[in-house]
């Protein structure tokens, strides 16, 4: 398998694979497993790589079979959840630092094909997007609705990123979590 920054012709894959685990079209069955939320367009999707070089993939046998999606907070500003998130980083310190659009980044979602689950390649691509957002950011923020334990437990216990605090934005509760960039994850 091989880990890399998208290019604008992995977006087709990125949204094949997208469109199988979010949460409008994923098979109910699959549900429990972990899902995403965000629809994406491949306009956003270019944007995403051309502006910020935030999407990165895993290829296994010519297929993209996972991604992650991380960029600044001004590329995140236009849904309504991140804007809502981005008023209160003032609110919240972490590593001795009042967070801000400066020296915080938004991380995910994560999508990873079911057929690689367990085999490693979610702390192989975390720890990419991480270093070569580490050269731009200090610290990693994201979030995780409470009904996606899957995705919980695997950030918390197998990456080790930090609950910050908990919160409700349109009828649904959240983990907020942030990670320091400088810590490489023990793979």
């Known amino acids: 398998m091989q880990t890399r920054i ?5 977006i087709d894959e990125v949204l094949e694979l997208h469109y199988r685990y979010q949460i409008d079209s994923i098979e109910p069955e699959d549900k429990k497993d972990g899902f995403v939320t965000t629809p994406f367009t491949k306009e956003q999707l270019t944007k995403l790589i051309d502006e910020e070089q935030g999407l990165f993939i895993t290829i296994k046998d010519a297929h993209v079979v996972a991604y992650v999606m991380a960029a600044s907070w ?10 809502f998130m981005i008023k209160d980083l003032p609110n919240l310190e972490y590593i001795g630092q009042k967070l801000s659009t400066k020296n915080s980044y938004q991380y995910g979602p994560v999508c990873i094909d079911k057929s690689v689950r367990g085999s490693g390649v979610l702390e192989n691509i975390f720890e990419f997007a991480r270093v070569e957002m580490s050269k731009r950011y200090p610290i990693l923020v994201t979030f995780i609705n409470k009904i996606n334990p899957r995705s919980y437990e695997a950030h918390t216990r197998k990456i080790g990123l930090e609950v910050i605090k908990e919160f409700e934005y349109n009828s649904n509760n959240y983990y907020e ?11």
Request: aromatic share 20%.
């Open 74 to 83: 001004e590329f995140w500003s236009a849904w309504p959840m991140f804007a």
């Open 177 to 187: 979590l942030v990670y320091d960039t400088s810590k490489k994850i023990k793979l």
């Open 6 to 10: 998208a290019t604008i012709d992995d």
